[in-house]
């Protein structure tokens, strides 16, 4: 098992910038894929990005990408998602979920989640 909880959301302008932190307890967290979602409110849980287990492969929605980074540090069992230029639709609760292979995109394959932290973007 891993338990992963989320921190770091808050309200930020349109242009703004916000770091969203996710630590996890547990099992090896250097043996899990990372994976960043969203869900707005009255639509689907979305994916946003992932990292792998060593931090050297990345991905990401192309909505997000170059604007937002996802990074981790394994020693202390946390990733982060740096979210710049964020806009009015970036709104959302944001969840970190693990899973071991690196690669999907579907929340039907994430083993473990956390609790999500609400981001607000004003415009």
């Known amino acids: 098992q891993v338990q992963l909880v989320e921190s770091g959301g808050g309200l930020v302008q349109a242009g703004g910038s916000l770091r969203i932190s996710c630590a996890a307890s547990?099992?090896?967290?250097?043996?899990?894929?990372m994976g960043w979602f969203r869900q707005a409110l009255g639509k689907e849980r979305e994916f946003v990005g992932m990292?792998?287990?060593?931090?050297?492969?990345?991905n990401y929605v192309d909505s997000v990408r170059g604007r937002f980074t996802i990074s981790r540090d394994n020693a202390k069992s946390t990733v982060y998602l740096q979210m710049n230029s964020l806009k009015p639709e970036d709104t959302a609760v944001y969840y970190c979920?693990?899973?071991?292979?690196?690669?999907?995109?579907?929340?039907?394959?994430?083993?473990?989640w956390g609790q999500g932290t609400q981001v607000t973007v004003s415009s």
């Open positions: 979920a693990a899973r071991q292979l690196y690669g999907s995109t579907s929340t039907k394959d994430y083993d473990f």
């Open positions: 547990g099992r090896t967290f250097s043996s899990y894929t």
């Open positions: 990292i792998d287990r060593s931090g050297l492969n990345r």
